[in-house]
């Protein structure tokens, strides 16, 4: 079983940032082979899409976050980062996230990291 933690949330103000960790553990085999991806989930909203990263390293973002979001992975940590900068009020959500192992279509989701943009 693989076991995703996600930390570093908190209450921000508006235009500050912020960096989320997302820590694989137990039996990952090679976190190389994870697919990786962060999810939010906003009050009363669906679950959505914010960044992804392949196994090659190929990263993917949401357009409303385009620009202000990085994602990137440290495999010899097995931990994938969301760097957040020009934080709005509208990013204000639990996030997600979620370790997809490609080769046997799976995935893992962590219990998740509160952010509150807020002045």
């Known amino acids: 079983q693989v076991q995703v933690v996600e930390s570093g949330g908190g209450l921000v103000q508006p235009g500050g940032s912020l960096r989320l960790s997302c820590a694989a553990s137990g039996s990952i085999l090679s976190f190389s082979m994870y697919a990786m991806g962060w999810y939010r989930q906003a009050p009363g909203k669906q679950l959505e899409l914010v960044a992804n990263?392949?196994?090659?390293?190929?990263?993917n973002y949401a357009d409303s976050v385009e620009g202000r979001f990085t994602i990137s992975r440290e495999n010899a940590k097995n931990t994938v980062y969301l760097q957040m900068t020009s934080l709005k009020p509208e990013d204000t959500a639990v996030y997600y996230c979620n370790a997809y192992q490609v080769r046997v279509g799976r995935g893992y989701w962590g219990q998740g990291t509160q952010v509150t943009v807020s002045s």
């Open positions: 990263i392949t196994t090659y390293g190929r990263t």
